[in-house]
């Protein structure tokens, strides 16, 4: 998520400012807005995708993937897939319903992937996107955060000194399932069976295909911004619509793993690095078709974001920030609310969809 090292030259090049108002949020959050206002909607997404069915991969970014999706969704009147309670998604008998002529828009609870869910939650005409991210990396942000964070017992009982070391090199000791948090998680939630050995190639291959049907975009967390202007392409919305504040990160000392510890890693995260091979060779060649002008984007949408980022900061009532026009957005500016949902994570915001989406469907 760096910056280009051209960054400063190119946002010399475009006038974003700071300024005193007074001024009402653009995104009315958390409410059931009114008809009128919901045929003002209809007409602003024209042409935009807002049937989006995303995987939330465990540490991947999904949480901040998560707030973008839900701020679309609540600036644009859309019906949520949730759970009843708790943060995960289980089965269809799990979710919020709704009214007997309503439907669902949006599912981004935590899940684990299945057609049978997907298709139940959306038919046949949505857009079905996850991300990943590199199995080494996310393996050791996942076991520094389930231990020190959420007291994941298994991972309390790997001694301290060489936590990462231990917890590679001795599987069968400390970390045995065929999936928990640290081992193979990409592949549960992307709906491996836990049966499948890493000499199963056909089934998982086979799986892999299917996935490979059924998602139109997977992200690349390493590339997060890369894979923000991709999904604004792909489901033809604004750049306002894609920034973000990180959210969920779990700061850890760097680790880095000799190549004898990677090859380990690989054997007994064998899913997780196919997942990450296949999706991250789609990626790329996605980012391929898109020309250079995608890499001028992506710029600019840097430069967006690192105002923005300045700004919400400031946390200075009445400010905004103007974003002028380019040749990839209309004119547009941020408020300090704007900036209070991009903070805002699932544990605060799930209860309000909740309380929400009862008044929607009742």
């Known amino acids: ?33 009114p008809l009128s206002k919901q045929l003002e909607r209809n007409d602003h997404l024209k042409g935009k995708i807002t ?37 995960y998604i289980t089965n269809t008998d799990s979710l919020l319903p709704v009214r007997p002529t309503g439907h669902y828009d949006i599912l981004i609870g935590h899940s684990i992937y299945s057609r049978k869910l997907y298709q139940y939650s959306f038919g046949t005409d949505s857009v079905n996107i996850a991300i990943v991210r590199d199995p080494v990396q996310r393996m050791i942000s996942a076991a520094y955060y389930y231990r020190d964070v959420w007291a994941q017992a298994y991972l309390l009982r790997v001694p301290e000194s060489n936590f990462i070391e231990n917890l590679v090199r001795l599987p069968h000791v400390y970390d045995r399932a065929p999936f928990s948090f640290t081992r193979n998680a990409m592949g549960r939630d992307f709906g491996f069976s836990s049966s499948i050995s890493i000499n199963d190639t056909d089934k998982i291959n086979q799986h892999l295909d299917m996935l490979k049907k059924d998602f139109k975009l997977v992200l690349v967390q390493e590339r997060f911004d890369e894979s923000l202007v991709l999904m604004k392409r792909t489901l033809n919305w604004d750049i306002e619509e894609i920034l973000y504040i990180k959210m969920n990160a779990n700061k850890h000392k760097v ?108």
Request: proline share 3%; glycine share 4%.
């Open 255 to 362: 680790i880095t793993l000799s190549s004898d510890l990677i090859k380990k890693l690989q054997e007994t995260c064998f899913l997780d690095f196919k997942v990450y091979e296949t999706f991250s060779k789609i990626f790329d060649e996605k980012v391929k078709a898109e020309g250079p002008d995608f890499v001028r984007e992506v710029e600019w949408f840097q430069n967006v974001l690192q105002s923005v980022w300045e700004f919400c900061h400031t946390e200075q009532v009445g400010n905004i920030v103007k974003i002028d026009k380019s040749e990839w957005n209309e004119p547009f500016h941020i408020t300090q609310e704007n900036c209070s949902y991009m903070k805002m994570e699932a544990i605060t915001y799930l209860p309000m969809l909740r309380d929400r989406h009862q008044k929607m469907n009742n």
């Open 51 to 87: 049937h989006i069915g995303f995987l939330k991969v465990h540490k991947c970014g999904s949480a901040t993937m998560s707030n973008i999706i839900f701020r679309f969704g609540i600036k644009n009147n859309l019906t949520f897939a949730i759970p009843k309670k708790g943060a």
């Open 1 to 33: 998520m760096s910056l280009p090292t051209n960054w400063m030259k190119n946002r010399a090049c475009r006038q974003i400012t700071i300024v005193l108002v007074s001024t009402v949020s653009v995104i009315h959050m958390i409410t059931f807005l």
